[in-house]
């Protein structure tokens, strides 16, 4: 629903999903821009991808030779039209699996081997000394999250097998290399600590693999000269950014075109509060077209 300059969702319980509709709408405006009113444009590649919340998996896997080999690239994603983003985290995701012993939880508790008592105190102990969360040690810096946990059948069964999703970020690759090294030696030295009567303990597996490695774009970079110019001309002041999530310029980046990712009014993304601002949603809309036609 529209209240004064904003849009958000009647369902208080629901975001609206402006992260990354709004971005969305900003390409296939300029899109419509160019080709109804026939503004002279240089050649145009517009690329909308897919999958971006789940591990930027558009990007990863696109045939990029389909975009002809552009020289600029702009990416449309959250907040202000004058914050550019030129760099953002690298991160990486894992599943942890872990085995212990089912036993009844009443008659003989004695003889199992709680999977979940198992994950409580690698939990605990990575909470305990900071590598749970936001993490700062010393001059490093980087965030790691428990997100999913699932096991256990009944009240009455010592939950013989859990299953978690982890994540870690860091701009540095050494020290998200780091946080993940924590993570598992937390959960492996958890599950030597469960033993049962008979002397067994549990059992603790990973996988996991990097979902995109961090980047920054040099001041000198033509695609961000261009987006600055294009932020001024619509009277506003660029204002460089970093991000601590990934987003689909890096994965652009990494596979050889540099990304300057724009805001285009989004606000509280991934939160019940989400909200669009229109008129930076509009300004987004005059800075995509000025890009990609020197015309507001």
């Given at each position: 629903?529209?209240q004064?300059?904003?849009i958000?969702?009647?369902?208080s319980?629901?975001g609206?999903?402006?992260?990354?509709?709004?971005?969305?709408?900003?390409?296939?405006?300029?899109?419509?821009e160019?080709?109804?009113?026939?503004?002279?444009?240089?050649?145009l590649?517009?690329?909308?991808?897919?999958?971006?919340?789940?591990?930027l998996?558009?990007?990863?896997?696109?045939?990029?030779?389909?975009?002809?080999?552009?020289?600029?690239?702009?990416?449309?994603d959250?907040?202000?039209?004058?914050?550019l983003?030129?760099?953002?985290?690298?991160g990486?995701r894992?599943?942890?699996?872990?085995?212990?012993?089912?036993?009844?939880?009443?008659?003989?508790?004695?003889?199992?081997?709680s999977?979940?008592?198992?994950?409580?105190l690698?939990i605990?102990?990575l909470?305990?000394?900071?590598?749970?969360?936001?993490?700062?040690k010393?001059?490093?810096?980087?965030?790691?999250?428990?997100?999913?946990?699932?096991?256990?059948?009944?009240?009455?069964?010592?939950?013989?097998?859990?299953?978690?999703?982890a994540?870690?970020?860091?701009?540095?690759?050494?020290?998200?290399?780091k946080?993940?090294?924590?993570?598992?030696?937390?959960?492996s030295?958890?599950?030597?600590?469960v033993?049962?009567?008979?002397?067994?303990s549990?059992q603790v597996?990973?996988t996991?693999?990097?979902?995109?490695?961090s980047?920054?774009?040099?001041?000198?970079e033509?695609?961000?000269?261009?987006?600055?110019a294009?932020?001024?001309?619509?009277?506003?002041?660029?204002?460089?950014?970093?991000?601590?999530?990934?987003?689909?310029?890096?994965?652009?980046?990494?596979?050889?075109i540099?990304?300057?990712?724009?805001?285009?009014?989004?606000?509280?993304?991934?939160?019940?509060?989400?909200?669009?601002d229109?008129?930076?949603?509009?300004?987004?809309?005059?800075?995509?077209?000025?890009?990609?036609?020197?015309?507001?």
């Amino acid at each position: 629903m529209l209240q004064g300059n904003e849009i958000f969702s009647k369902n208080s319980s629901r975001g609206i999903g402006a992260d990354d509709r709004a971005g969305v709408a900003v390409l296939l405006n300029t899109a419509l821009e160019i080709l109804e009113k026939n503004i002279p444009s240089p050649p145009l590649t517009f690329l909308w991808s897919v999958q971006e919340e789940v591990g930027l998996q558009g990007v990863r896997h696109a045939s990029l030779g389909m975009l002809q080999n552009p020289k600029l690239a702009f990416n449309f994603d959250g907040g202000s039209p004058e914050k550019l983003t030129i760099g953002a985290t690298g991160g990486y995701r894992m599943q942890i699996k872990i085995s212990g012993l089912a036993s009844h939880a009443g008659g003989a508790p004695e003889k199992g081997v709680s999977a979940i008592a198992i994950a409580g105190l690698a939990i605990a102990d990575l909470q305990k000394r900071g590598w749970h969360g936001q993490i700062i040690k010393g001059r490093q810096r980087g965030t790691s999250n428990i997100g999913v946990i699932h096991g256990g059948t009944a009240t009455n069964v010592i939950a013989d097998r859990v299953e978690l999703k982890a994540e870690a970020r860091s701009y540095s690759k050494a020290f998200r290399s780091k946080i993940v090294a924590q993570i598992k030696t937390a959960f492996s030295r958890a599950a030597k600590q469960v033993v049962n009567t008979n002397g067994h303990s549990g059992q603790v597996t990973f996988t996991g693999q990097t979902d995109y490695e961090s980047f920054r774009l040099k001041q000198t970079e033509p695609s961000l000269q261009v987006a600055k110019a294009a932020v001024r001309a619509m009277g506003g002041n660029p204002v460089p950014f970093c991000s601590a999530g990934g987003l689909d310029a890096n994965w652009l980046t990494a596979r050889g075109i540099p990304t300057v990712t724009l805001g285009c009014g989004q606000l509280y993304q991934h939160t019940c509060q989400e909200r669009l601002d229109l008129p930076w949603f509009h300004k987004a809309c005059s800075i995509a077209l000025y890009l990609a036609s020197g015309r507001s």
